[in-house]
């Protein structure tokens, strides 16, 4: 099993910045894309970006040129740099990882608990 302990979520001013950082723990062995993803109230979740163990990454287009996506592979975790929030940014932040077998493809999911951020004057 996988285990994902995420840090950094909070309160912050328009404007402002956060760090997110999600841990890996377990049997980490295999990990390949991880990410985040949020959810807005009265809303569904929806990827903020990601960014596979090569270091390819993606954004949603509302974050692109504001967050940054990156990960240290050795200690298997994933940070996301978020600049310039705005209130719309204000949802729960989960952390994303899979773990996919080469000799078969097998894929398996793993979900981090959530983090607040709220974006606010």
Sequence with gaps: QVQLVESGGG???PGGSLRLSCAASG???S???MGWYRQAPGKQRELVAHITSGGSTNYKDSVNGRFTIS???AKNTVYLQMNSLKPEDTAVYYCYANRLR???WYRTDYWGQGTQ???SS
């Design 71 to 73: 990960r240290d592979n």
């Design 117 to 119: 951020v709220t974006v």
């Design 27 to 29: 049997s980490t062995f």
């Design 102 to 104: 080469t000799t078969n």
């Design 31 to 33: 990990i390949n894309v």
């Design 11 to 13: 309160l912050v001013q």
